[in-house]
């Protein structure tokens, strides 16, 4: 997908740089960039080192950072096997909460979104993601996640309209999408008349970008939705943002033709068959409770039980993920003031089409970002791309380990990473 001197064959993909004047709107999308990287630079241009401290444990510590200034902390190691890093992002409001399904009025009745700002009830996880690029993906290095955002995304003020998606031959019909959510221009084409979120390429021109490793890695770090079993969840980002191969960590745990929960807590085990919607809003279910559902503690639900109004089941059943999808291991809680989370990957890609592969002395283009007080969708704090170095000159660098047994978080060198909150580079919709 590269020509000449990196530039994309096509035109989208390299808007901010090599913008023709026959398409307005594409110039006006790429100004947009322009103007809210620069607005951005101006409030958080800074990567600040910060110093190797006992407290930078993720097993404990004093909080860093202010509400007023939004940071994320990160450090790293690797070895001949794995990589690790550790992430920690101060906030007084965290949620290891997410949806549940609460009796009311004898129905099982959905509570908890994110996607319209913070949840009333306080039902959504917080989450910490990272989009790794490995120098492939055209304009990343620059613009870090704004790459994967394109007029007609979901949860923007041009969103394309759930009909029109669902008609579209490859986003409604192969992939069975309602929604458009992020891509790179690589797997979009030029097509006149035709919006670059609908101008999808073949699926065989698709099939090939994954195979050369056009594409972005995506971890994400779930507070309800992995965490308590003790995983991350492993994805990427094409023509959408996909899932890696093989089995997720969490399912659905509704029958929406019958209206019921399929499972319940097994009372024999925990006490209790479902949670109370009183104590959740009063957030009484810690991090050591019992306030997700998971296979290990689950059995299928009782609906000729005597159902009580206000009793809760988590909407999300969780187990032990399989294939490349499981293959970040996770541990993470908030204590003092801030979530302190471990993601650990082997250095060899678990599967070459869906996640790249670590070397020794390489960089790597990455961009975070963190979803906090409830919110999901696109209310969430971002970082400038930032370079991570395995034993290489880089923004992050992440420690070469040769020794026995792992290193201690405190001897490690930390980055300090200021966060903001993007706005919405898309167009408004035309009158």
């Known amino acids: 997908m590269r020509h000449g001197h990196g530039a994309l064959m096509s035109p989208h993909g390299v808007i901010l740089f090599a913008m023709r004047s026959s398409d307005l709107r594409l110039i ?5 960039l322009i103007l809210l ?38 450090a790293g190691f690797f070895d001949n096997e794995e990589m690790t890093l550790f992430l920690r992002h101060p906030t007084t409001n965290p949620s290891w909460y997410h949806q549940v399904l609460v009796f009311e009025g004898g129905e099982w009745v959905r509570r908890g979104s994110g996607a319209d700002g913070p949840d009333r009830d306080g039902f959504y996880e917080d989450r910490i993601s990272i989009l790794w690029d490995d120098g492939l993906v055209e304009n990343f290095a620059t613009l870090g996640g704004y790459v994967a955002v394109h007029e007609g995304m979901r949860a923007t003020r041009s969103a394309a309209a759930a009909e029109d998606v669902r008609r579209h031959p490859h986003l409604g019909g192969e992939l069975g999408e309602s929604d458009v959510r992020k891509f790179i221009a690589e797997s979009r084409e030029e097509r006149p008349d035709t919006p670059l979120w609908a101008a999808v ?35 990427y980002v094409l023509d959408y943002r996909h899932s890696s191969e093989g089995r997720s960590a969490y399912s659905t745990n509704f029958d929406s033709d019958a209206g019921l929960p399929l499972m319940m807590f097994d009372p024999e085990q925990t006490g209790k068959r479902a949670l109370r919607l009183e104590k959740l809003l009063a957030r009484e279910y810690g991090q050591e409770d019992l306030y997700f559902l998971a296979e290990d503690f689950a059995i299928p639900f009782d609906p000729d039980h005597d159902w009580q109004e206000g009793e809760a089941l988590p909407h999300r059943l969780l187990r032990e993920p399989e294939g490349s999808r499981g293959a970040i291991r996770a541990e993470g809680a908030h204590r003092d003031g801030a979530w302190r989370v471990r993601l650990t990957r082997s250095m060899e890609s678990p599967n070459p089409l869906d996640s790249i592969a670590f070397e020794a002395g390489a960089v790597y283009h990455v961009a975070f970002s963190v979803h906090a007080d409830s919110t999901g969708a696109i209310h969430h704090l971002v970082s400038h791309p930032v370079t991570v170095g395995f ?28 966060l903001f ?3 919405d580079p898309t167009p408004a919709p035309e009158e």
């Open 421 to 423: 909150l993007p706005s």
């Open 391 to 418: 034993d290489a000159e880089a923004d992050i660098v992440l420690t070469r380990h040769t020794g026995e047994g792992t290193p201690s978080p405190e001897d490690l060198e930390w980055q300090r990473l200021t």
């Open 37 to 74: 990287f620069a607005q951005a630079a101006l409030v958080s241009c800074s990567r600040q080192p910060v110093e190797p401290h006992p407290t930078l444990d993720p097993a404990g510590g004093e909080q860093g950072g202010t509400q007023e200034t939004p940071v994320l902390e990160v």
């Open 201 to 235: 390429r073949s699926q065989v021109e698709l099939d090939e970008l994954r195979a050369q490793g056009h594409f972005l890695d995506l971890w994400q770090w779930r507070a309800h939705r992995g965490n308590p079993v003790g995983f991350a969840d492993n994805g």
């Open 28 to 32: 006006t999308r790429g100004l947009v």
